[in-house]
Structure formats: structure tokens, C-alpha cells
């Protein structure tokens, strides 16, 4: 194996990159594996010369190779809080992940890109990427990395204010009981613990971050998860202004920071601790904690721009070698023409939304103007039922005085009964059959009485034929008074009574709010639902459903 410095990122360009790229891809992956289980920066000149080898033609195996090495590459800068090289590995590394269904691997790339954005405070994207995580695992049936995103998961929502939705995940941790790693256990404390806390139940938060605390020390979890809880039960007591016990475990997260050099851990302590001091009004400790905390968040802001410029000479010295490192060396070999393209673009797009918001205008414009027009038409509707109601009304009324004077009742014709056949009278115009004056009325109120009736001319098989038969006529009279009379034939009259029911049905939101278009057509005789849309709309100018959207919203 090649020795290769691993103090600076620049004596990388000492190394004979021409000899690494004769290097298989198995081989290349193993050195890389060695020095990343050292903890060795090397392993990114390997893994990044792999995964710059990836194409859609190599074995299934290198691929997985490539998408691990990438994986891990952001993993090596992410500790090194070199977030923004980290999440430009691992987004390139989603690509080859999504592209061959690597969900493991896929799920631990998304719970990394979490925590950037929790570090960062953003808990709405972090909380998006850690259930992308959890959706992946599951996918490859991972329980250890299904119970970590749910974790990570659980305390971004309590963070943002999301208590419901995050008891839901705990949840679901909670039934993934079948992992029994110790790790587990401290999760599913560590997630209870905030919950409760978030909940305001201070003592069982309490007592769940102690146990936190035993398991991790005992099982040897590291620094981060021991500092976590102890961090967990400072917050609590200074919640309820018990400052001397918050100070007491922010104390041992700085003991613990400074024995294990956890860094980011350490400036976390001191933060706190210095809040800490000036809330008891300590001035002296105060200024000491700000002084250590603003020297050690300095140098921290320091190291993670000097590790920026190493990556960006690392970047460069593997671009400059044409050979191993292809894929980063697409560089744009046509600025002035990817810049004009760009402009035609914008300009492209810049007009195409002008067009589009001119567009959307026009269309709310003329949907107003339809609006208007269709509430027009429902209100003339509406006036002509109230008006054909008021006009039966009083013919019932008239009749009632009429039945009851001496006069009334006369002999009556009796109506000559004749079978025709119903197609026929249904193409019968009115040849000027000759009816007395006396037959024609008593027929005309017989006909004017059955089609008033709704429960007889809603039932699908009403006809002619059992008009004539209710009235005691037949059918040439009855055809040849209603075109006299009605001026058109009796399907025509049957369809206008038949959509003057249903728009009464429509506008009954009592009783037929919950009848969808199908059944009211059903209700008033129609087998054809589509039949009845047409005839609906012939009658009213409306079709059904927006004439249904407009009675409810008038109630």
C-alpha cells in the first residue's frame, strides 16, 4: 500500500496520481476501506479516484463500491464540519443511489444531510430529510437505520414546535422493539425524555435522561451521546429555575468535552455556561465562559475556513489529472456561450411567465364573468320554480272553490278510449283531431294534475301510455293536447317537469345534500345519467353540478 501523507491535503500533489489510476476498483476500494476504519484523511484520494471512475456500464458490485466510497467521503469532511464539500459528495452520491435502488446506503446519506441542516437550525428540512431516510430503510427493510432516522426524526419535530406529529414516531420507534442494540434503548429514553419535556412532565423527563445517561456510559455510546442527555437535564432544571443543578451538568458536558476533545460539544458548554453565569448575575464566571466560548467559536469558524481552502486545493490537484479524475474535470470549455444561453434562457422563462401570469388573468377574468352568468341563469331558475308554484297554488286553490259551489259538478263526457301505439303519437305533430271544448279541458287538467304529481313522473317507466291510462283517455288526445296546449310533445313536457323536480331536489339542502348528480337523476326518473346532463342543461343553461356548487354555497 502507498503511504501517502495524510497532514495536509496539498502533499497529495506529491503523490503519483498516474501510478494510483492503474489501481483497480477493488483494490482502490480496500486501501480506501483501511485508512477510513484508521481514521485516516487518505482514504478520500482513493475513495474519490473510485467514484470518479463510476459509469452506467460497470459491474453492480463497483457501483455499490462507488456510492459507499462517496458515502463515506462525506462522512470524512462532515467531521470535519466541512458541510458545504460534505453535502456536494452526498448529493451526487443520492443520484447513484436513487439510480440503483441502494436504499441502505441512501438512508444514511439523508440522515447525514438532516443533521446539516439541524445543525444549522433548519428543522423543516431536516425533518424532510430524515423521513426520506426513514422511508428508505424501510424500503431495504434496515430496522438499526429505520430506529436512527425515527430518532432523528422525533426530536427535529419537537424542535419545531411539532410535539403530535413526533409522539406519532415515537410510536412507531416504540414497536420496532426487535432491535436490541443499546443504542436503541438510549434513543428510545432520549426520545421520550424530549417529548416530555416538550410536554412539560419535568420529573419523567428527568428520570428518562438519567437512564439515557447510565446506558451510555455504560455501553460506552461516546462523548455526543452522554453530552446529550446531560445537556437534556441542564435545559429542564433551567426551565424551572433550578440554575444550580443546570449549572452542575453543563459543568460535566465541559469536563466531558475537554477529556474526550469533543470540540463542537465543548464550545456548546461553554455557551451555555457562560448564559448560565449572567442569569445569576456571576459577572466574574460570566465574562470567563464568553471569553473561552468567542476564543474557541474563533478558532472553530478559523479551522473550518482553513479546511475549505485545503478541499478546494484538493479539488483542484485531482482535477488537474485528466486521466484519474475525469468526471470533476467537466469544466465549462464555452463560458461566453453557456452565459448566452443562460440570458436566452431567463429571457425565455421571464417571458413565458408574463405570458402566463397575462394568461392566468385572462382565465380569472372570464371565470368571474362565467361565475356571474351562472348564478344569473340559477337565479332565473330559482324565480320561475317559486313562480310556478305560486301559479299551482292558486289553480289548487280555484279548483277547491270551484268543487264546492252547486254548480260544479256536471255530467261529464265520457272520454273515448283508443290503444295507439306510443312511437307513433310520439311522431304525431297534431293532425287536428276533433275534442269539444268540455273533453279537451277536463283532459288538459287531468294532465296538468298527473304531471304535477312528482312520485308518478319520476318513476322510469311513466309514458303516454300511463298518462292516458291515469286520466281515463287515450293517447291520440292526450298527444294532440299537449302540443296544442304545450306547444310540443310529451317527451319534451315529461323532461321540462322531470328537471323542474330536480331542481327543486338540487336546491332542497335538507334532505338531498348528500344525493350526488347520479342519484339525483336516478331520483327523478333517468336511467342515463349522462341523458339527464343533457337535458338538464338544455332546460337551465347550467349543468347539474355547477347548479348544485351554487345552491350550496348560497346556504
Known amino acids: 500500500m502507498i503511504a501517502i501523507s495524510t497532514t495536509h491535503f496539498a502533499v497529495w500533489s506529491n503523490v503519483d496520481l498516474s501510478y494510483l489510476a492503474t489501481l483497480p476498483n477493488d483494490t482502490l476500494y480496500v486501501y480506501g476501506e483501511d485508512c477510513y476504519t484508521a481514521k485516516s484523511d487518505s482514504a478520500i484520494i ?6 470518479n471512475r463510476y459509469c452506467e456500464d460497470m459491474l453492480a458490485s463497483h457501483k455499490r463500491m462507488c456510492a459507499e466510497a462517496m458515502h463515506k467521503t462525506g462522512i470524512l469532511y462532515y467531521k470535519k ?9 452526498w448529493l451526487k452520491g443520492l443520484k447513484i443511489c436513487n439510480n440503483n435502488h441502494f436504499d441502505d446506503i441512501l438512508s444514511q446519506i439523508y440522515v447525514y444531510i438532516g443533521n446539516i441542516y439541524s445543525v444549522h437550525h433548519d428543522y423543516e428540512q431536516s425533518v424532510s430529510f430524515y423521513k426520506k431516510s426513514a422511508d428508505a430503510a424501510r424500503q431495504c427493510d434496515n430496522i438499526e437505520l429505520h430506529n436512527h432516522a425515527l430518532n432523528n426524526l422525533i426530536c427535529s419535530l419537537c424542535y419545531s414546535g411539532k410535539n403530535d406529529e413526533a409522539r406519532s414516531y415515537y410510536n412507531i420507534l416504540k414497536s420496532n422493539a426487535s432491535d436490541n442494540r443499546a443504542r436503541y434503548h438510549y434513543d428510545m429514553l432520549i426520545s421520550n425524555a424530549i417529548l416530555l419535556s416538550y410536554e412539560e412532565k419535568c420529573l419523567e423527563a428527568i428520570d428518562q435522561y438519567q437512564q439515557a445517561v447510565t446506558i451510555a456510559i455504560d455501553k460506552e455510546l461516546g462523548a455526543q451521546c452522554i453530552g446529550a442527555a446531560y445537556n437534556g437535564l441542564a435545559k429542564i432544571y433551567v426551565y424551572t429555575q433550578e ?14 468535552a475537554r477529556k474526550t476533545g469533543t ?5 456548546v458548554s461553554l455557551g451555555n455556561l457562560a448564559n448560565m453565569y449572567e442569569r445569576k448575575h456571576d459577572t466574574s464566571n460570566h465574562n470567563h465562559y464568553k471569553v473561552l466560548y468567542t476564543e474557541l467559536h474563533d478558532s472553530i469558524f478559523n479551522q473550518r475556513k482553513f479546511n475549505s481552502l485545503k478541499n478546494a486545493q484538493f479539488l483542484y490537484e485531482l482535477n488537474s489529472n485528466n486521466e484519474i479524475i475525469s468526471k470533476l474535470t467537466e469544466q465549462q470549455q464555452h463560458d461566453e456561450q453557456k452565459i448566452l444561453q443562460q440570458r436566452m434562457l431567463i429571457l425565455t422563462i421571464s417571458i413565458g411567465l408574463l405570458l402566463g401570469c397575462i394568461l392566468l388573468a385572462y382565465i380569472w377574468k372570464q371565470k368571474r364573468h362565467l361565475t356571474k352568468a351562472y348564478n344569473e341563469l340559477y337565479n332565473r331558475n330559482q324565480e320561475a320554480l317559486k313562480r310556478e308554484e305560486s301559479y299551482k297554488n292558486r289553480m289548487i286553490l280555484l279548483r277547491e272553490i270551484y268543487e264546492s259551489s252547486p254548480n260544479a259538478h256536471t255530467p261529464h263526457t265520457t272520454i273515448e278510449k283508443e ?42 317507466d311513466f309514458n303516454i301510455a300511463r298518462l292516458a291510462t291515469l286520466i281515463g283517455s287515450n293517447t291520440r288526445y292526450i298527444s294532440q293536447i299537449i302540443n296544442d296546449e304545450y306547444g310540443m310533445n310529451f317527451r319534451s313536457l315529461l323532461n321540462e317537469c322531470r328537471v323542474k323536480v330536480a331542481m327543486k331536489r338540487i336546491s332542497d ?10 342519484a339525483i337523476s336516478e331520483s327523478v ?11 338538464f342543461t338544455q332546460y337551465t343553461g347550467i349543468k347539474p353540478s355547477m347548479y348544485q356548487k351554487i345552491s350550496k354555497e348560497r346556504v
Open 46 to 51: 482513493y475513495y474519490s479516484i473510485l467514484y
Open 81 to 89: 464540519n466541512s458541510y458545504s464539500e460534505a453535502m456536494d459528495i
Open 243 to 256: 440554575l444550580d443543578s443546570a449549572l452542575k451538568y453543563f459543568h460535566l458536558n465541559e469536563e466531558l
Open 263 to 267: 470540540t463542537d460539544l465543548l464550545a
Open 419 to 460: 290503444e295507439v301505439n306510443e312511437e307513433e303519437v310520439m311522431k304525431n305533430t297534431g293532425h287536428g283531431l276533433n275534442i269539444s271544448n268540455e273533453l279537451r279541458m277536463q283532459i288538459l287538467q287531468g294532465i296538468i294534475e298527473i304531471m304535477a304529481n312528482e312520485e308518478e313522473i319520476c318513476n322510469n
Open 509 to 518: 339542502n335538507e334532505n338531498y345534500a348528500l344525493y350526488t348528480i347520479k
Open 525 to 535: 326518473g333517468y336511467k342515463s345519467q349522462a341523458n339527464f346532463i343533457r337535458v
